[in-house]
């Protein structure tokens, strides 16, 4: 079946700091692929999606390439603000996973907090 | 225009009532999803419609748990005989019928099964 392992948290960083949330699945087919954030308080919001290998989905200054060979699809930034604190949640939609739906499978989320 | 929303934002049930939960998509929005999270993890799919159809409800935990969209908009989740391990956040999501999967949610429904 299809899973996806983000990296634990809680992840405390300083404000300006370099942001790297590892994320890597297993798919029975050809999946896309997304973070999404909730911040305190609100739903999930898509922060930024890729669809194919060697996309780049970017928003916000955030970036996540897509990469078939590792498996991977880690979230990056290259300085954080106090406003990016939230929980980010990496996840996969395979057309192949079920019966013909296309069903998120989340990770289990990983908690940013960014202190001033 | 308006995003997705749920009804009620909160539940408390105590433990063998039933509840329903409902969710308004995006207008035109043919893909309607459900999912549960329970606290401190990430969402998990629970159910599918296309239009009125409902196409997987592989990930409905127990018969206790039923979900309908009558006319392919609102959509109800129904949960009978509550118990405690119901207790988590229910989230509704939509989307046009797309192949990439990017999902609209709604705010949850937070049920507390006491």
């Known amino acids: 079946g299809n899973s996806v392992t983000q990296m634990e948290g809680p992840v405390t960083l300083s404000e300006e700091a370099f942001l790297t949330i590892n994320c890597t699945y297993t798919a029975t087919g050809y999946p896309s692929l997304f973070w999404y954030v909730q911040y305190p308080g609100e739903g999930l919001q898509l922060l930024l999606k890729?669809?194919?290998?060697?996309d780049k989905g970017s928003n916000k200054g955030f970036e996540a390439t897509y990469r078939k060979e590792t498996t991977s699809f880690h979230l990056e930034k290259g300085s954080v603000q106090v406003s990016d604190s939230a929980v980010y949640f990496c996840a996969l939609s395979d057309l192949y996973s079920g019966a013909g739906s296309y069903q998120l499978t989340f990770g289990k989320g990983t908690k940013l907090s960014v202190i001033p | 225009g308006a995003g997705v929303s749920q009804s009620p934002r909160y539940k408390v049930a105590k433990r063998g009532q039933d509840v329903a939960l409902r969710c308004d998509p995006i207008?035109?929005?043919?893909?309607l999803f459900w999912y549960q999270q329970a606290l401190g993890q990430g969402p998990e799919f629970l159910t599918y419609f296309q239009n009125e159809a409902q196409l997987d409800k592989s990930g409905l935990p127990s018969d206790r748990f039923f979900a309908e969209r009558p006319e392919g908009s609102v959509s109800t989740l129904k949960i009978q005989r509550t118990q405690q391990e119901d207790s988590a956040v229910y989230l509704c999501?939509?989307?046009?019928?797309?192949?990439?999967?990017?999902?609209?949610f709604g705010p949850g429904t937070r049920l507390t099964v006491t």
């Open positions: 999501a939509s989307s046009f019928q797309t192949t990439d999967g990017e999902q609209y």
């Open positions: 890729a669809t194919k290998a060697d």
């Open positions: 207008s035109g929005h043919v893909s």
